[in-house]
């Protein structure tokens, strides 16, 4: 059995917020967990969040001795979006493209992405064969199930003017969570909305992106699929058994596509590390143990 979990024996690691200009002179704010002089694991989040969706993951993974990375992506959280609010696919890979380079020494890092995140690191992988040395990607393939990503946009397009305080956007969440016991509290919402001048709080992510992923997200996975048929290094699915984004037949697909690959499952929806990080953490430590080099604090 593999332990990802801090310890009360274990100090809590250092975490540094640090930002980086891409290319075409976006902002992008990323968190480090740790050691810089560790294996590092770099983390892409989905569509809609940001890089504090990884933060309990991070950081069990950081006590355990990894250098682990995470940040927003280009319109959301803290990073910028571009000038123009145009947004194109080839960006967001570039950007992921640089935080890797950056992130190591020598050893590629390990990527993990969810959703958005997932599909970003397998073109990133594909054109640049040794940025990453593995990939866990979180409940997404390269062919996904529609009505699964309808009801994501859906749930974001539904409160175009915001809310009035932290309770509404509270009421607003559980509704479209009702499996999670555990309610928003105002500090946990305050990484997700941003207070605007008409004393309203929005969502943190631009919402000229909602426009570009409903238009662009279905000719997309083709470019995907060849990208999946390219990977060579070693992979993991970790799927949700509750959700709509994939399915079985999505994950057959995959497999196909990448018969290397690895698959399992924890008993969650589509937001698997916020369902249930504990499992997920479990599937991602006994992953990485397999990997080396790996840290001499993650034993079996």
């Not at 917020?17 to 976006?26: A, L, M, S």
């Not at 294996?39 to 950081?59: C, E, M, N, S, Y």
């Not at 238009?215 to 058994?241: K, M, N």
């Not at 994950?251 to 937001?271: G, N």
Request: net charge negative; glycine share 8%.
């Amino acid at each position: 059995m593999v332990t990802v979990a801090a310890t009360a024996d274990m100090p809590a690691p250092r975490v540094r917020t640090t930002y980086r200009v891409t290319h075409d002179g976006v902002r992008l704010a990323l968190d480090r967990y740790g050691d810089t002089a560790a294996p590092t694991i770099v983390f892409a989040h989905g569509f809609g969040q940001t890089r504090h969706a990884w933060d309990d993951t991070a950081l069990a993974l950081a006590v355990q001795g990894w250098h682990c990375i995470t940040a927003d992506a280009r319109g959301h959280g803290e990073s910028g979006a571009p000038a123009n609010g145009d947004y194109d696919y080839a960006q967001f890979i570039d950007d992921l493209i640089q935080i890797a380079r950056d992130a190591t020494s020598g050893v590629p890092p390990i990527l993990v992405g969810a959703s958005m995140g997932g599909l970003i690191g397998l073109c990133a992988q594909a054109l640049h064969a040794r940025l990453f040395r593995a990939l866990i990607l979180v409940d997404i393939t390269p062919r996904w199930e529609p009505a699964g990503v309808a009801r994501i946009l859906g749930f974001m397009r539904a409160y175009p003017d915001g809310f009035a305080d932290y309770a509404e956007a509270a009421d607003a969440i559980a509704a479209y969570l009702p499996h999670r016991a555990e309610r928003k509290s105002p500090e946990q919402l305050r990484k997700l909305l941003v207070a605007h001048a008409d004393g309203r709080l929005r969502w943190h992510w631009d919402p000229r992106l909602l426009d570009y992923i409903q238009t662009h997200s279905d000719a997309w996975q083709t470019a995907i699929a060849d990208a999946a048929r390219r990977i060579d290094v070693p992979t993991l699915l970790v799927s949700g058994a509750r959700s709509d984004v994939v399915s079985d037949a999505t994950i057959a697909e995959f497999i196909e596509l990448v018969p290397h690959a690895r698959h399992t499952r924890v008993d969650a929806t589509h937001m698997v590390a916020g369902d249930a990080n504990s499992a997920f953490a479990q599937a991602v430590g006994e992953f990485l143990c397999a990997l080396s080099p790996a840290p001499v604090s993650l034993s079996v």
